[in-house]
């Protein structure tokens, strides 16, 4: 028995509303707050500052000034302070909804990965100073004192294969040394700082300076570490299992939608309550041979239409081609949906939607999104007519809201946005959120071009896609 055809046509925003006039009551995602992310940041700046005082603090000047006294305290300074910065690094992924939704995931991300060389260097740097400081303290060599630390101090071994586990991370997620990996095997590897974290713990409580005789001090540290160990159980792991048996999603239908392009079209329960905005991304697992150990972000093409909910996309990579052979009944766990690229972070009452290639997906759903009469201008960029994926329905989107859509088709050489071209095409662009999605390399283009143009970054969005 084969499985239903289904239909995600648009259709006019008066169509969706009830018998009151009343758009139906689809839960809404949470609006980011500026306020609540300034908030974020200034309570993250307290826990670093309280970390260093604490340190700075336990330290007596007869200590600072012994053989080695400097140079160890040196190595507590940036032992503390690194591993602080590691929690915080792992909290800004760890998927807490009130922080995806005050944030969004995009932005996180990026301070994930701005934040990750810090915290690494800082503990290389303790290990370093700590040694060394021991070494002049006890009047020794490096390799004798080395030696004693590894077996006579307790857990300084466990600790030390953590912190080697956390340099192996950093130098895979260095981008030429990334893009030579396969994204799943990334990933993988990537998974090793939770158990890097594990091991270098016992060691701080045991040995730190700030905690030996001081059972509150480290009674608040265990607890700051328990607590992010609960919150990544719990939103990482826990919250992804509870929504997927919830909605209980399996592919109802793989349909073709243009050169190396499909849409997955999946069933499930009580998708009316998905709190999700035109825009957003879920990450998704489908449990078939091969695919249910990765998880892997893609954006919703369509707003949900309960039963179903439909997802597109472009095969550039393992992950992405094997989805085109997925077989209806196929279950699939997801996580999110995730964030900030929705009309909930426009400051202005109109909105320029630019998109390239299969970043049409979050455009369109975005689209959807946008109320009757918001004249949306939307730009398409594609090296080819074919390549204009869902290229129907983003038309009868624009239409329903009273819109302009532009095509700009051809070579990269032939048809460039530039501070000259955009403003032709918009003349109102001062008036309008820029929103702009598609690859990474395209996306950084049109954010120069917009801010080069005056557009302030509070009415700038944007979404990349790694390919």
Known sequence: MSAPTVSFEPTAPAARRGKRGHAPARPQAPRPRPVLA???????????????ALTITDETASQFSAPGGATTFAGSLTGMIGTYLALMMVLLVSRIPVIEHVLGQ???????????????SLLVAHAVFITVGYAQAARAGLGH???????????????TIGLGLMCLIGVISIRAVRNRLRRETWWMVHLYMYLALALSFAHVIVLGPSFVGHPLTRLVWSLAWAGTAGLVLA?????????????????????????????????????????????????????????WWQSHPYSLSALPQPPYVRLTVKAVGDHSASLARLRPGAR??????????????????????????????????????????????????????EDLVLRKEVTELVRHRRGQLHELVGSRERVIISDVSLPRLVPDLHQRDIFVCGPEGFVTSIVEVVKALGVPDEAIHHEAFAL
């Open 332 to 385: 699939v766990m997801v996580e999110g949906p995730y964030g900030a690229f929705t009309r909930h972070a426009q400051v202005r009452p109109k909105a320029l939607l630019v998109a390239a290639g299969i970043g049409v997906t979050a455009l369109r759903s975005l689209l959807e999104d946008l109320p009757r009469n918001s004249a949306p201008v939307v730009v398409l960029r594609a090296s080819r007519p």
């Open 145 to 159: 004192q080395i030696a004693t630390l590894l077996s006579s101090y307790p857990d300084v071994l466990i600790a």
């Open 235 to 291: 939103y990482r792991f826990g919250l992804p299992v509870v929504r997927s048996l919830r909605h209980r999603l399996v592919v109802a239908e793989v349909r073709p939608e243009g050169p190396g392009v499909v849409s997955v079209i999946c069933s499930g329960r009580h998708l009316d309550k998905l709190a999700v905005a035109g825009g957003q991304f879920l990450s998704w697992r489908f449990l078939t041979r091969g695919l």
């Open 106 to 120: 995009d932005r996180l991300v990026r301070w994930h990965r701005r934040l990750a060389p810090w915290p690494i």
């Open 38 to 52: 300034r908030a974020t940041l200034v309570v993250a700046g307290a826990g670093l500052g309280a970390v260093t």
